[in-house]
């Protein structure tokens, strides 16, 4: 498997502080703002950020299950992530914050390594839309944001 292995790293911004954003990128968080995730917990957490938790999502593209494990975090600051995919990959996801003023600038990196040929042509995939990628993030996350707002100021969609 040439190649078989990558290290992806990028940048985007979220519209608030570290401390508020943070929770966008826990299990339950990503919910806020990620069509059909479904993270499901093998065991009940209180605190979905706490290093150990382990959780589960469907991979849609391979029919598997993919596990995730809190490896560290620091609330506010970072939270790590290992994660493997039966027969397809494995690795680590950190998303790191840097407070900048009333946003945060968000820094995420995926190191993974196929499992299998399969696998090494899904991360080749992966790694050539990574840019593309984290922009989705970025604008998810702030639509989720926006309609929050409006949500929140009573207003609802305006037309």
Known sequence: ?????????????????????????????????????????????????????????????????????VVDATPGRRIRYARVTPGVSAGTVSVVLEQAGDHSNVTVTYELTALSDDGAAHLRRFA?????????????????????TLDNDGQGPTA
């Open 1 to 69: 498997m040439s190649g078989a292995r990558h290290r992806l790293t990028g940048r985007l911004t979220v519209a608030l502080p570290s401390g508020e954003a943070f929770p966008l990128f826990t299990a339950q968080g990503e919910r806020r703002w990620v069509p059909h995730w479904e993270p499901s917990f093998p065991a009940p957490v209180a605190d979905d950020a706490e290093p150990g938790t382990v959780f589960q999502t469907p991979d849609r593209d391979h029919g598997q299950t993919t596990t995730w494990i």
């Open 128 to 148: 050539d839309g990574y840019p593309a990628f984290l922009t989705g993030w970025q604008d998810a996350i702030s639509q989720a944001l926006h309609a929050e």
